[in-house]
């Protein structure tokens, strides 16, 4: 009985393969063990079937399959499942998925079902026979999770972190906790970008402005310093994930609504088109999407302003950033989906993100010349209790330094990494493990808001710079860390990045950044 205690393991891992669910029976190789149910799936590897015992996997190795949906072990031909955004699946995935048939010697066929169904057959270029079907369903974040609920598909593409709700469920069905570092991933990054015609005279917007023009609170130009004209808006549609990502990160902090009657668009090319037509428009899109029109500054009464470029998006300092996350269930995928999963990290991957217009996450270092501006802005905000020795002591430290395009940040009121920045955490710790920053000096370094006494917020800011620290050495597991000089400081309130006085500006001064030399 030892073979089928380590064939079994616990219930709940996902395969690729969509057999149609059948009765099989797994017999052991004497014939003593036999076990009977639905087969859910095989991935190449294991089994997962339904029994009267519940859902068990089995090691296909030490097993003989008998039914009508055995799958044929000679001629296997993995297939995954991926749902979700548009703006993912119509571009980026595709794009992806090509990348890693070159690499690994596979050609592609695509298949087009429809408008929102396709299909990619890798073959292998040795002898032409599938390897791997890639089903994409493209529709919108709202769907993808459904489909992952429902067990109709194997990886969600979302444009917008899990909501409370759709992770409860998914733990109700047996998915595990999608907020975990190895259940979700961040695979590029893009930005909610305000944008207007480029006939508009207005250039800068605050944070605050904006959720209260999309809630109906300012609805003419002049408020804003443009024309005497009634503002018309658009947003993406209320089901995509960028639609939602407003309602949450624009509108959610201040506690706002979104007005009555503002035009919705699916598709992110129709909105930038809409709103580059009408001189009195105001809408927000991906930063991917802004094409001729015109993006607008988000500034503060501070005098800080901050546009969206693909430096402020990587390092996240742009706080309306928005992260392009897949989600995975705690189930297993086959071999190929596996390999595809880590591919998407690599370096040549990064470069087709790029390519597809997206902001990849492949680390880049900021020479202290190009952060001028940011010495600039802490000089004309330091307030009375950030003394003239602590900004000499915070030059001096980070002068000879560079700072790398990863950042790390907390969610509201807690001292957990939020989604992106876990995933920041398994990035750079695979960078250490792979000794890119051998025999060089990282410094971690805690920044705070301007809320509160600044010797309170200096530490505050030094606690979650150490917090960090302890994250990457328990990912980091085969790095050594005696060729890394891996350390923490922290200066509180002295670098601000935005306005103090709205929360997305208080979100982006509270981080950790990183400095290597």
């Given amino acids: 009985m030892a073979w089928l205690r380590a064939a079994f393991c616990a219930a709940l891992f996902l395969f690729g393969t969509a057999l149609a669910a059948q009765d099989v029976t797994l017999t052991s190789p004497d014939g003593r063990v036999e076990i009977s149910g639905t087969l859910l799936g095989f991935d190449g590897e294991f089994y997962r079937v339904e029994t009267i015992y519940g859902e068990l996997t089995v090691d296909g190795s030490g097993v003989q399959c008998e039914g009508p949906a055995c799958p044929n072990l000679q001629n296997f031909v993995a297939e995954v499942s991926v749902s979700g955004s548009a703006t993912m699946g119509a571009v980026l995935l595709p794009a992806l998925i090509e990348g890693f048939a070159l690499r690994n010697d596979y050609t592609t066929h695509r298949f087009d079902t429809d408008e929102q169904t396709y299909t990619y057959e890798l073959r292998s270029v040795a002898d032409g026979k599938p390897v791997a079907r890639f089903y994409v369903w493209v529709s919108n974040t709202d769907e993808g999770f459904a489909d992952l609920l429902a067990n109709d598909a194997d990886i969600v593409m979302a444009l917008r972190e899990i ?282 370094v805690g920044f705070s808001d301007g809320d509160g006494p600044a010797e309170i917020n200096r530490d505050i800011a030094l606690r979650r710079a150490e917090a960090v620290r302890r994250a990457l050495v328990t990912a980091a597991e085969t790095a050594n860390f005696d060729r890394i000089d891996l350390s923490v400081d922290a200066f509180g309130e002295a670098l601000p990045m935005a306005c103090d006085d709205s929360e997305w500006g208080r979100q982006a001064n509270r981080r950790v950044e990183v400095w290597v030399r």
Wanted: glycine share 8%.
């Fill in 163 to 444: 909501r409370p709700d759709e992770r409860q469920r998914a733990r109700e069905a047996g998915l595990g906790d999608l907020t975990q570092a190895n259940r979700s991933r961040v695979l590029a990054l893009d930005a909610m970008v305000p944008i207007v015609a480029p006939t508009n005279p207005v250039d800068t917007i605050s944070p605050t402005g904006l959720a209260e023009v999309l809630a109906g609170r300012i609805t003419n130009w002049s408020t804003l310093g443009g024309a005497d004209a009634p503002i018309s808006l658009h947003l993406p549609g209320t089901n995509t994930g960028l639609g939602q990502a407003v309602e949450d990160d624009v509108m959610g902090p201040v506690g706002f609504t979104l007005a009555d009657g503002i035009a919705r668009h699916d598709r992110g090319a129709d909105l930038v088109a809409a709103v580059g037509r009408d001189p009195f428009a105001l809408g927000v899109a991906s930063f991917a999407d802004i094409g001729n029109a015109r993006a607008l500054s988000l500034t503060g009464p501070c005098g800080f302003s901050l546009s969206a470029t693909r430096g402020t998006i990587k390092t996240e300092d742009y706080p309306l950033t928005a992260p392009m996350f897949l989600y995975l269930p705690a189930r297993r995928l086959p071999k190929v989906a596996r390999d595809f999963l880590a591919f998407t990290r690599g370096t040549s991957a990064q470069v087709m993100i790029r390519r597809a217009g997206f902001v990849d996450q492949a680390p880049e270092e900021v020479s202290i010349d190009a952060q001028g501006y940011r010495f600039a802005n802490a000089v004309t905000a330091a307030g009375p209790e950030v003394s003239l020795e602590e900004l000499q002591r915070m030059t001096r430290t980070l002068y000879p330094m560079a700072r790398l395009s990863i950042s790390f940040r907390f969610e509201t009121g807690s001292v957990r990494l939020d989604a992106q920045s876990r995933s920041n955490v398994q990035q750079l710790a695979r960078a250490l493990e792979q000794g890119k920053y051998d025999a060089r000096a990282m410094l971690l």
